[in-house]
């Protein structure tokens, strides 16, 4: 890991005994600017999640990565206000950034210009824990250990309303769940309930929590957005292929790209745009 930490940093042409991304404790002070994109990027004027509000609690706050752009930790406080409403327990909140942003060392390829945040799917009643106590936590995973599909024991329709008022928010892009979790719902909702699980995209993982990314916001020019969502509410094709064996998964693949070949094959390499070089550097 610190490898390609060092290789991203000598690519930067920062010299290798330059500080890393983890290591920096506090944001660049001034208007929140957003550079670059989720899995290539950094924020400068980041603001940083309180370890306590209504409705929420976040967790492993000794990371230091409860950081993020203004937007992002006015929506996280307000889905728990909204929650709380709502009649939920406290929610936990995951990562959000480092204070900087960029890359993280262990456990994300995303998370890295403010705009990520990780709230977990664990909607039981919580003790008032000191923030210290809350490095540890139960993880509640909402899908079976062997077969992709929901667990019924864990599973709870508040989990739908929970997603529901999060992918309501409108300055959601996009929500990254299970496809478990996702086929559940567009089995499970009615027709005239699935407009907003277009915003819900099946990815792997994400069975323990639910992954909010916010659209690039007006103060920040060199924030790159992803692809706009397709029209629909995903409950298709392109959701059927995530339970396809991975022999199967490649030979669609390949057909697609014979039918529409597309100049890129893989996902290109993250760069970090070079106006980071110079935030990871600012005192
Ligand atoms: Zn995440």
Redo the contacts with the bound molecule.
Sequence with gaps: MRLSLVLVLSFLAVPAHAKEWGDVRTPVPGPARVIGGPAAGCIAGAERLPPDGPGYQAVRVSRNRHWGHPATIAFVRDLGARAKAAGFADLYV??VAQPRGGPMASL?G??QNGL?A?IWFNIDPKPALPAAAREDIAIVTLTTQDEPRIDPATWRDDHSRLLKLAAEDRRVDRI?VHFAIKKHLCETLPAADRAWLRKLRPWRGHNE?F?VRLACPPDSADCVGQAAIPAGDGCDSTLDWWFLDAAERRKRDEEAQRAAPKVQTGPPRPKLPAQCAAILRAP
């Design positions: 995951g990562d994300h995303s998370h990520d990780d990254l929590h992954h």
